[in-house]
């Protein structure tokens, strides 16, 4: 057993944990703020709690390339309602998709059990907010901003440079008294890379094990798959669940998905496998 808690409820991650996605973005189902994207919300949620997820990732900015910025306001009149109506039905871990030091601190008040950040607390007040909550901490790695960061990704060696990122801002937290062993790591791809750049982080998953980091993985339905397979967004499937059973051979433990069912049962069977003698 290897038990992490996240916030009143521990997940073994010597198994794998299917994180689901739950979008409240006006480019998903949602449109944020009334009752039917709500109700939507929490169906969805139920959902993919039953098909065997452990954590719900609620995000209201979205972060996809050339996605525009959220304001704050608009980011806590998406989130909150949600987080709130799930913490008070379900009881799950959810953690909240944020890079802003306010919405943070409000989820953490409704409940959250992890804070996922992909600008890993770089925004003004973040790092703080983050060590107050006492909640873990998923760092990721971005290179520029959604608006850009597909525009000629640049490394000498992707792998280096996202390690030594991902180390600079794990030093950033330890100096604000956030311990290691709260920290996940993720790649972040699609994040400022080219398909190249993704398959080599994707091949170097377990050099961020290797450091001592649990891996939280989100490939689920990206640009990379459809560069592949040539197929549009809908006929992912396939080639999410391969990259990510390749990650989990390679240490990681946390997959962020959209198909819950589908992954849950494919890893329950890697991992079955991996733990008979
Ligand atoms: C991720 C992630 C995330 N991805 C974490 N959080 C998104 N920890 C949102 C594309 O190439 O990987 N890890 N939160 C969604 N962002 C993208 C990025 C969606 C790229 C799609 C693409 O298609």
């Not at 996605?21 to 969805?44: C, E, H, M, Y």
């Not at 377990?206 to 001592?212: A, D, N, P, T």
């Not at 560069?227 to 992912?236: G, S, T």
């Amino acid at each position: 057993m290897s038990l992490m808690s996240f916030g009143g409820k521990s997940l073994d991650l010597s198994r794998p944990q299917v994180m689901g996605i739950l979008n409240v973005t006006p480019d998903s189902f949602s449109d944020g703020g009334s009752f039917s994207s709500l109700d939507a919300s929490l169906k969805q949620t139920e959902k993919m709690i039953l098909e065997g997820a452990s954590i719900i990732d609620v995000g209201g900015e979205s972060t996809r390339p050339g996605a525009a910025p959220v304001s704050l306001q608009q980011e806590l009149d998406r989130v909150v309602p949600v987080i709130e109506a799930i913490k008070q039905r379900f009881d799950i871990v959810v953690s909240v998709d944020t890079s802003s030091a306010e919405v943070m601190r409000q989820g953490a008040a409704l409940g959250v059990g992890l804070i996922n950040d992909v600008r890993a607390l770089e925004r003004e007040g973040a790092l703080e907010v983050a060590a107050q909550t006492q909640l873990p901490v998923c760092l990721m790695h971005m290179k520029g901003g959604p608006q850009t960061m597909q525009d000629q990704p640049n490394y000498v060696s992707v792998a280096d440079e996202v390690t030594r990122y991902l180390m600079s801002r794990v030093e950033a937290c330890e100096a604000v008294g956030i311990a290691r062993t709260q920290l996940l790591l993720d790649p972040g791809i699609g994040f400022g890379k080219s398909l190249e750049h993704n398959l080599s982080l994707l091949k170097h998953t377990q050099h961020f094990r290797e450091l001592g980091f649990e891996v939280l993985i989100g490939v689920s339905r990206k640009t990379m798959i459809g560069d592949v397979l040539d197929l549009p967004v809908d006929e992912r499937l396939y080639g999410t669940m391969g990259a990510n059973a390749a990650c989990y051979g390679k240490g990681a433990r946390i997959f962020r998905v959209h198909d819950v069912k589908a992954h849950v049962q494919m890893l329950e069977l890697m991992y079955r496998i991996e733990r008979e003698s």
